[in-house]
């Protein structure tokens, strides 16, 4: 059993990690340690501090240093006597708004708990255990159960609470995190993925001050701007050594994740949906589920940590038929003609593309309606005939002849005014009455906080994916929220809006890839802005980012790499110059930076020349001979772009006997020494050749000594080594 509970004492055990919870004389339930197996009771390193101004809850009469303010909690509730962050905040019935949760129970069963309409990790009865822990309020009877999911060989804990309204009057939820738990003192450091369009997913690395650090999304989305992934890690932590943890929150709405360092320097770690687009009414008897935060930890450095993250997304949280094998390799026309093309335009790429051995063709944005700039036609989802002239169906059915399949771009959320939708529906939009709504990218959202919103998507695209032979869809969604109001909800429950419209989204796309199983969803928003655990749960890939460009992308994907499989990442081939950045990395390099995700090529291939031709055939016939290696390999980072002046990855096989390395180094350099670059995870004592020049070198050499680079010429220049034990 993973889960043992001794005198009160709950230890979650997995393969190589300890998380311990305690529940005290008084009820209250401490977070005991989230770290390496101890074989015992982290209870011996309480304290009870006698501190000024942290005052004392009643129960525990004369006790003067008995303060929920200097415990380590697990769950912390609100307004009474802990002046941290809270979990949970409240109003009830009569204004006020104290919550002191104390446990009552708790429950253990196989397997792992599901969450009524929102994304979660699952696994087999045998894979995973589910713990609740019943806490309640005992004024107010609001009770709250945490749920851990433990799953033993994964190494990972993931948490959700559900909170019911026992009592009599109705209770305004005014945060709800998924997530909490104080960490003792130490030099806690806190990574976590900022960014924006085009420039997702920076990775920022700083010590925890006293006060509060954030990271969250008021966007209504996960967002570019910040991930909904951070990182707790000793001040030593590396790569390869040191202690550190990381959550990641299944969501793709609004977030927040704090750290706060108290006034003993212990830390409060909180994630959930951002509080400040959120609240919601619990009528008596109503329960609320918080979305789900995964967690892992490792004691030796990041990397592992990462493939941890890498391993339960692929293995429980993505699902579908390409959930595990290989991905088409796909050719999208977005780059190469924007909204300008028609019928022969796009059949002659894709034949171009099928001669080179790309396996799908992806038709994007300006297909509809009358879709010929991005003012205009979002929302009526029939064919543009005056670009596709025979339609949908005869544009596929050559495709197909081709051999090729055929993949198709949509964005349901959104709508333009300028679109028959949004002229017989235009109550359907998010927009406050009385107020001109703002608009992003000239559009408007759907509300799918309405139902009937919802079946209309629902039937409109069910209807195109049931006519034709549509092998994968690009979903995306292309602007922030705001103007947040719903036409379907009462005035006391707007705070509701935006999570119900999550719920409304996840809904959606639940049920189309039910009904179409065989189709790949790829999601998207503006590139990488929803970027998250929640959508790989319906679509096992997403664009990484609109910035198609090599140099740029090494950063983004380095980036997303600490949490998300390369698998996830949709990473395309596109023109030179680049059309974000003017660069003109070579083919080579391009190649390579794409190759380190779900690949493919975003230009006209038609505008190649024979040679360039040649070389995009070879590397489709490369990353299919690597992809398992790509997909299933133990993923390294080999170096930091942000400061050695290189990007550099590498993938091992399970079993340690192949290794690929990519890489690109940013600047070249006159009279200099050749780089030399350490390779990570090998087996010490084998030997490895190197398959190039046939040299061989032990696993310890590369690892301590590392490998010199090949001369590289020119500016961000790439590399690729390829070794066999
Ligand atoms: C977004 C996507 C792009 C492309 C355009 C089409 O920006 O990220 O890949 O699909 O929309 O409008």
């Not at 992308?553 to 949709?570: E, H, L, N």
Request: proline residues 4%; negative net charge.
């Amino acid at each position: 059993m993973a889960v043992s509970v001794k005198d009160n004492i709950f230890s979650l055990e997995t393969r190589n990690t300890l998380y311990q919870m305690k529940a005290d004389e008084f009820g209250v339930l401490y977070h005991l340690w989230y770290g390496a197996k101890t074989g015992c009771s982290m209870d011996y390193l309480l304290d009870y501090p006698d501190v000024g101004f942290s005052g004392n809850p009643y129960d525990a009469g004369n006790r003067r240093n008995y303060s929920l303010d200097t415990l380590p909690l697990e769950y912390a509730g609100s307004g009474a006597g802990d002046f941290r962050i809270p979990a949970i905040s409240v109003t009830h019935g009569d204004g006020s708004t104290a919550l002191d949760l104390r446990f009552r129970e708790y429950r253990l069963t196989k397997g792992k708990y599901s969450i009524p309409g929102l994304p979660a990790v699952y696994a087999g009865e045998d894979e995973a255990e589910t713990l609740e822990i019943v806490l309640k309020d005992k004024a107010s009877d609001v009770e709250v159960i945490l749920k851990y999911g433990i799953l033993e060989e994964a190494d990972v804990i993931t948490r959700s609470a559900v909170v019911t309204n026992k009592g009599s009057d109705a209770v305004v939820l005014n945060r709800v995190h998924s997530l909490c738990m104080d960490i003792p003192g130490g030099d806690w450091e806190w990574v976590h993925f900022h960014g924006r369009h085009n420039m997702e997913r920076q990775a920022e690395r700083m010590p925890l001050i006293h006060g509060i650090q954030e990271s969250g999304s008021g966007r209504g989305t996960s967002s570019h701007q910040q991930n909904p992934g951070v990182l707790l890690c000793e001040k030593s932590c590396g790569e390869n050594t040191g202690f550190c943890m990381g959550a990641v929150l299944m969501y793709s709405g609004g977030f927040q994740a704090q750290a706060e360092k108290d006034q003993l320097d212990q830390v409060r770690f909180v994630m959930g949906i951002h509080p400040g687009s959120f609240s919601w009414t619990l009528a008596p008897g109503e329960s609320f589920y918080t979305p789900e935060a995964v967690l892992s930890c490792s004691g030796e450095g990041m990397a592992v940590l990462s493939q941890r993250f890498h391993h339960v997304i692929r293995n429980h949280v993505c699902r579908g038929k390409y959930k595990l094998g290989p991905r088409p390799v796909l050719i999208n026309n977005w780059e190469a003609t924007y909204f300008h093309f028609d019928q022969q335009k796009i059949l002659d790429i894709a034949r171009q593309a099928s001669e080179l051995g790309i396996d799908m063709m992806v038709l994007d944005d300006g297909w509809f309606g009358e879709r010929d700039t991005d003012c205009s036609g979002l929302g009526d989802w029939f064919v543009n005939e005056n670009k596709l002239q025979g339609g949908l169906q005869n544009l596929i059915a050559q495709v197909n002849g081709m051999g090729m399949k055929f993949g198709l771009w949509f964005e349901p959320e959104a709508v333009s005014e300028e679109s028959r939708l949004y002229r017989e529906h235009p109550e359907w939009a998010i927009r406050i009455p009385g107020r001109k709504p703002v608009r992003g990218r000239y559009q408007l959202l759907l509300d799918l906080s309405n139902p009937e919103v919802v079946d209309y998507l629902y039937h409109v695209l069910s209807k195109i994916l049931g006519e034709n032979h549509i092998e994968y869809v690009k979903w995306d969604m292309n602007r922030s929220f705001c103007d947040w109001y719903s036409a379907v909800l009462p005035r006391e429950r707007q705070g509701e809006a935006p999570h119900r419209y999550i719920l409304g989204l996840y809904g959606l796309l639940e049920r189309l890839t039910r009904d179409f199983p065989e189709i790949l969803f790829e999601g998207c928003s503006g590139g990488g802005g929803r970027f998250d655990a929640g959508m790989l749960y319906y679509c096992p890939q997403i664009w990484c980012s609109d910035d198609t460009d090599a140099h740029e992308r090494t950063f983004i994907q380095y980036g997303t790499s600490f949490f998300y499989p390369v698998s996830a990442v949709g990473s395309h081939v596109s023109a030179v110059p680049n059309h974000q950045t003017g660069r003109s990395a070579s083919l080579k390099t391009r190649g390579i930076v794409a190759m380190a995700g779900s690949f493919g090529y975003e230009l006209d291939l038609n505008c190649l020349t024979d040679g360039e031709k040649e070389e995009v055939s070879r590397q489709v016939r490369e990353y299919k001979e690597y992809q398992e290696l790509i997909y299933d390999g133990k993923y390294y980072r080999l170096s930091n772009p942000f400061e050695d002046g290189m990007s550099a990855w590498s993938w091992v096989s399970e079993d340690r006997s192949r290794v690929l390395v990519h890489g690109v180094v940013f600047r070249a350099v006159p009279n200099s020494l050749r780089r030399r670059l350490k390779l990570s995870g090998l087996d010490k004592q084998a030997k490895y050749k190197v398959s190039d020049s046939g040299e061989v070198y032990t696993g310890a050499a590369l690892m301590e000594g590392g490998i010199l680079l090949p001369w590289l010429h020119g500016d961000d220049a790439a590399f690729e080594l390829y070794l066999t034990r």
